[in-house]
């Protein structure tokens, strides 16, 4: 028994820890890593070095909150409030005993399910914001990003109060993303620029990306959604520029040289790209944003800069290309007609994109032979994520082509020639019933070819039920190795009570106490001399009982 316990316990230990450091430590198993950039023709070094811009980028984590828990106005056991006032109406025993049987049914069959439905939820809001945080402490700890991005839908529901608002905010804060910190409105209220690599403080810095389910989409979008949201999260839309120095010593560097090659991170916030929004104000601060951002960029002939736009809805696409298919649905009249549900952009506000902030007309007598700007760009929304090619084809009339878009690892057209084209990733969910996937984008200069390189790899964890079930395999093995301890402490009380009894075993002859080592023979007396003398007092000892009996 006590074999087969050992053995069922040592597979216990061994299941247990091979599982922890597999959950923690789960990017080396996996090969989690960003991609690394080419070592330069003529260096020192071989291989390849890591990137100097690494940006760490998760989708919709979707905070969820009372919203999703059951309300419990009426009591925990509402079937009880009226109990008392039902028995006191009751006429006579039969009624009170209907009445009696009701209620109690009503307590078993629906309020003790409801409330053990409550504190599940409960458990399982609170182990959901802490799988998502094992991922982003866990893939930030082994892959040592530059930057970090959440591409929106950080919470749950547009329609939750100002109170529970804050209060997913502080979960999100200090749950999700502890030691993560919100863009300073100094960086993001003017068009910041700075040398990549100097400023630490981006490796804490999270970019908040605005999505549907944190203010609503352009029908539901209002001035006070977009105020609480920037408050606690950080502005919807402003940029930030990166200088790449040459040297190996950003802090050194200086801002000075406009040549020096820049990587543009453009936030942008595409719920209000569409009509009719219910705030034209907002609407348009967006598309004077744009237009500020197309006015303050390079030449498009300059290779020298690229541009990352991070947005939250994905960009047109046919049918097929991925999950999601294009939507539109929107509120009736009397509620504004606003967009009230979108899937993607619509083509003519993707359109924008591509031919604004990137300057891709296709025209080959254009700036640049029309190709545009190098850049990426990364959204969120699609659950199941999406990688696509966007391009114009060159089988058309200029004037008559429109953007296509195909999957990028099945895109012939990316393989065949040069044309206009952008790359979309969009980013499958950090939420568990998607694997908890993180995104991993690198940049670096091709200083051989002038331009920028981009990169992307992802890194998926598993759905929450790995989380939980190493956790609590954890804490079972803690509960039997616990008991296991104390049964094991408990017996040895017991034998060393026992040698106790023996040890310190003696006879009273006489008042006069005889020890072991007499009893066992007096090991101390010479030549068994000792158990005689110790029957002898026996005896008398005896004799003398019988004489105070008979007395």
Request: charged fraction near 25%.
């Amino acid at each position: 028994m006590y074999s087969f316990f050992a053995i069922l316990l040592i597979g216990l230990l061994l299941l247990s820890s091979s599982s922890t450091v597999y959950l923690y430590s789960y990017p080396v198993f996996h090969r989690c890593a960003f991609p690394k950039q080419p070592s330069p023709a003529g260096s020192a070094r071989s291989g390849s070095v890591d990137a100097p811009f690494r940006l760490l980028a998760l989708g919709d984590p979707q905070l969820e909150g009372d919203s999703s828990l059951l309300n419990f106005d009426n009591g925990y056991f509402p079937s009880l409030r009226t109990l008392g006032a039902d028995v006191a109406n009751a006429d006579a025993l039969r009624d009170y005993l209907y009445v009696i049987r009701d209620k109690l049914r009503e307590l078993f069959v629906l309020d003790l399910p409801r409330l053990l439905r409550s504190y599940r939820k409960k458990l399982d809001l609170w182990g959901n914001d802490y799988y998502l945080a094992h991922i982003y402490r866990t893939i930030h700890w082994f892959t040592n990003p530059t930057h970090v991005t959440v591409l929106g839908d950080l919470l749950g529901s547009q329609w939750v109060s100002d109170e529970e608002f804050e209060r997913r905010g502080w979960r999100y804060w200090n749950r999700v993303f502890r030691n993560g910190q919100r863009v300073e409105d100094d960086v993001t209220n003017i068009r910041h620029r700075d040398i990549l690599g100097r400023d630490k403080c981006w490796e804490r810095r999270v970019i908040n990306i605005v999505g549907n389910h944190d203010v609503g989409y352009a029908g539901d979008l209002t001035l006070g959604r977009m105020q609480r949201f920037e408050r606690v999260f950080g502005k919807a839309n402003w940029e930030v520029r990166f200088v790449l120095s040459e040297g190996s010593h950003p802090e050194l560097a200086s801002l000075e040289d406009s040549g020096l090659p820049e990587l543009r991170i453009v936030v942008l916030n595409s719920l209000n790209l569409d009509t009719p929004a219910l705030s034209q104000d907002l609407q348009a601060d967006t598309y004077k944003f744009i237009n500020d951002v197309i006015g303050a960029s390079r030449p498009v002939e300059d290779r020298t800069t690229a541009t990352i736009v991070l947005t939250h809805l994905p960009l047109h696409k046919e049918a097929g290309v991925c999950v999601d298919s294009p939507h539109f649905d929107f509120h009736s009249e009397e509620q504004g007609g606003g967009v009230k549900e979108q899937n993607h952009l619509s083509y003519n506000a993707g359109k924008g994109i591509f031919e604004g902030i990137f300057g891709m007309s296709g025209n080959l007598n254009g700036p640049g032979g029309g190709y545009g700007r190098n850049g990426v760009i990364l959204t969120g929304h699609d659950h199941e994520g999406c990688d696509v090619y966007h391009y114009l084809p060159d089988d058309r009339m200029t004037n008559s082509r429109i953007w296509t878009a195909e999957r990028w690892g099945d895109s012939e057209a990316r393989l065949n020639g040069t044309r206009p084209s952008i790359r979309e990733i969009t980013l499958q969910s950090m939420m568990g019933e998607f694997g908890g996937n993180a995104g991993l984008l690198s940049a670096w200069f091709d200083h051989n070819e002038g331009e920028w390189r981009m990169d992307y790899s992802t890194c998926l964890l598993g759905t929450q039920h790995v989380w939980w079930a190493v956790h609590v395999l954890d804490i079972l093995v803690v509960l039997v190795l616990f008991t296991a301890a104390w049964h094991s402490h408990k017996s040895l009380d017991t034998e060393t009570s026992n040698g106790k009894i023996v040890t310190d075993s003696s006879v009273n002859l006489n008042g006069k106490v005889v020890e072991e080592s007499v009893l066992k023979g007096g090991e101390s007396n010479a030549g068994g001399r000792g158990l005689e003398v110790v029957s002898d007092k026996i005896k008398d000892a005896t004799l003398i009982r019988r004489r105070n009996i008979r007395t």
